[in-house]
């Protein structure tokens, strides 16, 4: 039998990474009350603002520079995620792209056991947009800005899993780190918080989420690993917000009210 993810140790392993970190200011500051995630959409305000971020590029090691062992490694990877198109994995690589929040509530659905949505976990539903904002653009901010790294489809010529118009976006978007697998990442921790049962299959999906940015072109795999690190210390910031404990919370609550209508 496959070892049990012990949460109590996870969340105390994480915050010991995050209090040894080194803060650092943002250059970049949303609207005061009311902000835009990096799809323009309209959002209240989120958890945290960019400056009050951990900076990304202070703790994340660099990228691999052309010529070296590990870049050859992103290359391979690539080709091997663009020789998987039109497959089902590129389909799932496909659809894991779209970061609307109902569609990443569905995603999350099947291994949380229930549907999350704006009816039956109104909380939980607005936490996915707040956390879409605060940990695959805030949290990402600096180092994305700062190496503004090509990304693979734009290196090989290439088209992505994602429609061209949002391509054009994306060249001018650093690739390092992957902002979805941060998001998919924290996702995944925080609700393998709320629901610790489903833990081991919310961990996986979250794992396949970021995969699924190499296999669509947008990410090397060091951006993904990267990003799988951003998610983690955004995943330990929250911690220590009481807006998200209350919101956390609440969450739960609805969760165990969903679970209990199941059995019934």
Known sequence: MAEKINIRKLTIFISTLYCSLIFSSSLFAFQKGSTEDFLGHEVGVTYHTADQ????????????????????????????????????????ATKDADLHTANVAEIFSEPLGIT???????????????????????????????????????????????????????????SFPSGHTAYGWTLALVLAQISPSHAEALIKRGYEFGQSRMICGAHWQTDVNAGRMVGAVEYSKLQTIPQFQEDLRKAIDEVNHQYSLLKN
Not at 125 to 149: C, H, I, P, Q, W
């Open 116 to 174: 999350i949505s704006a009816e039956t976990t109104p909380t939980l539903y607005k936490m996915f947009g707040d956390l879409l904002v605060d940990s695959a653009d805030n949290a990402t901010k600096t180092a994305k800005e700062f190496y503004m790294r090509k990304r693979p489809f734009v290196y090989f010529g290439n088209h992505s899993c994602q429609p061209v118009d949002e391509e054009e976006r994306l060249r001018q978007n650093g």
């Open 53 to 92: 971020a951990v900076s990304s590029k202070e703790y994340l090691p660099i990228y691999p520079q052309e010529g070296t062992p590990e870049f050859e490694a992103d290359k391979i990877a690539y080709l091997h995620g663009y020789n998987l198109k039109d497959t089902d994995r590129w389909k799932q």
